[in-house]
């Protein structure tokens, strides 16, 4: 069952690609065997402690995947937003003439997430996570041709990349430390080794999950197509970096969990603050999903995985329903600026009405989902050592999330509607529906949840009270106040993403593209030298070779004409005839007694 739920959509991107026909029958089919799979594995293994797959690879170390009531629960979570974001994609790329390429490239994307959530060995996660970070690539920049786009995909996969080698040296310290790649036996490394390697991958996690200073790169790939988005800011992509965090929480000591919290605060605060300024629908979104992912991080550094976990599992279907209607709106409108949406919800009024209870529900309206997941994290927070430090993070994230949300909400409706044909508007409609559905019910299943994963959760009034009054106090702000009166002199920042002169790129993207043009500069002048010393040495070798030729051989190959030529005159002397014989005896005496002769007379 693990096998199907990764090679359904494996084998039908593959199948897509061969035939390059029937590309939306083969996504839809391949997701929904593997939505199918998930379920089956989540109704035999919630209760259960979980089985192990193993497969060959190096000497000692198999390849590992593992079903536990975590990766379980993971993989259904990925499964239905997948599967519901591909129903969405078939209305939304009906007009679009590379939909084979996209939907292999989304079902590569989809494959790859599902290897993470069950991988039980470090080997296999460095695999899957190297294939995630390809698949988003290729979305981002799915439209290549326009412009900007190629730019923003390699700036998302260059920030995570380079995020990613805090997994890399984190997983050979784990490894080492444990002497196997098994996630489960690494999680009781302790000491120096924990502390390391949990920084490590903090780093990690803060590349794929947009955590401050990080967090550009997400709104930037808003470039890609509205499903893309949906998808990477739900269930894949960035719940990436905070399922790594959730599946390591064990293992991480006091000091580790410390910092986390704290890059989780700043980052719900200095994001939150971004997407109330933004002028953009889908870039406020992507910033709104820094800060959610900053308020679960909140709550692994409280020492809480689990309401982390249900804020993820919360945000999953609210996050992906916002943008789904996003791409409704743009469709509409041929644009996502908040100015041209305005009046949007009139034009489409169930997708606004949808749309306006995903974002009720996120900023933590009871009785909708967001609510308790966001109440489990300010109970955590409460709750935490750390509580002075991490609870007006935390509640600072829940009134921005309520004054962002509801600044979106003004603006999409207060406006003049506009009529128009919305091709593939069912499709979309149909997997939206659902979604919006699942991100108001899902809180009913947060307590089961909980028992399933044999954990519970601080239970605080005081928690549900504040989170609702700063959810209340946000929704009201955002509605009541202009963006310039709330924000005042931070609304420059916050629309430059708080870029502080120059922000990442000034102090760590210029430097490295600095160091980079010197190192290549320094190569070609290594090059360049290498020729000059090259060209040097082949004058010399041709100057050798031309005397060689014309010098030495020159004076053998004459000596040896005249030894020959002279052998040949001395061969004629040899006739065989007496008389000629005994005349150049005479002579030859006659000589030599002449030499005799002056030597005498000079001695």
Request: glycine letters at 10%; charged letters at 10%; a positive charge.
């Amino acid at each position: 069952m693990i096998l199907v739920t990764i090679l359904s959509p494996f084998g039908a991107m593959l199948m897509i690609l061969l035939l390059r026909r029937m590309p939306v029958t083969l996504a839809l089919t391949g997701a929904t065997i593997g939505l199918a799979a998930s379920i089956g594995l989540l109704s035999t293994t919630f209760n259960t402690t979980g089985s192990e797959l193993l497969l060959p690879c190096l000497p000692g170390m198999p390849l590992r995947l593992v079903t536990t009531p975590l990766t379980v629960l993971l993989s259904v979570l990925v499964a239905s937003i997948s599967t519901l974001v591909v129903v969405y994609a078939i209305g939304y790329m009906q007009r679009d003439d590379e939909k084979a390429r996209f939907f292999a490239t989304l079902l590569l994307f989809i494959s790859a997430m599902q290897t993470l959530v069950f991988a039980g060995d470090w080997i296999l996660l460095l695999a899957a996570w190297e294939l995630i970070g390809l698949s988003s690539y290729l979305l981002i920049g799915f439209w290549y041709q326009r412009p900007g786009v190629g730019s923003a995909a390699t700036r998302a996969f260059l920030y995570t990349r380079s995020a990613d080698l805090g997994l890399y040296i984190a997983a050979f310290v784990l490894i080492g430390s444990a002497d196997t790649s098994e996630i489960a036996a690494t999680l009781d490394t302790d000491g120096n080794a924990a502390l390391a390697a949990g920084l490590l991958l903090l780093i990690a996690a803060m590349g794929k999950s947009a955590q401050t200073p990080l967090h550009d790169w997400l709104q930037r790939a808003m470039v890609g197509p509205t499903p893309v988005s949906a998808l990477l800011h739900s269930a894949t992509l960035v719940a990436a970096g905070a399922i790594l965090l959730i599946r390591v929480a064990p293992m991480l000591p006091p000091e580790a969990l410390q910092i986390i919290g704290i890059v989780g605060g700043i980052t719900t605060v200095i994001t939150g603050l971004i997407a109330l300024g933004e002028r953009d629908l889908t870039r406020m979104l992507a910033a709104s999903t820094s800060s959610q992912y900053g308020l679960m991080l909140i709550a692994v550094g409280a020492g809480v995985p689990l309401a982390a976990l249900l804020h993820l599992i919360a945000h999953a279907a609210i996050k992906s329903s916002l943008f789904l209607g996003a791409g409704v709106f743009q469709h509409s409108r041929d644009s996502t600026t908040l100015a041209e949406l305005a009046g949007a919800g009139r034009d489409r009024p169930r997708i606004f009405i949808g749309f306006a209870l995903s974002a009720v529900a996120l900023a933590g309206i009871p009785p909708l989902s967001g609510f308790f997941s966001k109440d489990a994290v300010i109970a955590a927070a409460l709750a935490s050592p750390e509580a002075q430090l991490l609870t007006p993070f935390a509640l600072a994230g829940t009134l921005l999330t309520g004054a962002y949300m509801a600044r979106a909400l003004r603006i999409l409706w207060r406006g003049d509607a506009r009529q128009n044909h919305l091709a593939g508007l069912g499709w979309m409609g149909s997997g939206m529906a659902v979604l919006v559905t699942l991100a108001v019910m899902l809180g009913a299943a947060f307590p089961d949840i909980a028992r399933g994963l044999h954990a519970t959760l601080p239970e605080s009034t005081l928690a549900q009270g504040l989170g609702l009054g700063f959810a209340l106090s946000g929704l009201a702000v955002g509605w009541l106040v202009p963006v310039p009166r709330l924000l005042g002199p931070l609304l420059p920042l916050a629309r430059q993403g708080f870029a502080v002169a120059g922000g990442f790129d000034t102090w760590m993207i210029r430097p490295a593209r600095a160091i980079a043009q010197g190192c290549e500069q320094l190569e070609r002048n290594l090059y360049n030298g290498v020729l000059a010393v090259g060209g040097y040495a082949l004058g010399i070798g041709r100057a050798v070779r031309h005397s060689d030729d014309r010098g030495i051989d020159g004076l053998v190959f004459a000596l040896a004409r005249a030894t020959v030529n002279l052998g040949h005159r001395a061969r004629a002397l040899q006739t065989g005839l007496i008389h000629r014989e005994m005349a150049i005896t005479v002579l030859a005496t006659a000589l030599i007694s002449v030499v005799l002769l002056i030597a005498l007379t000079v001695y």
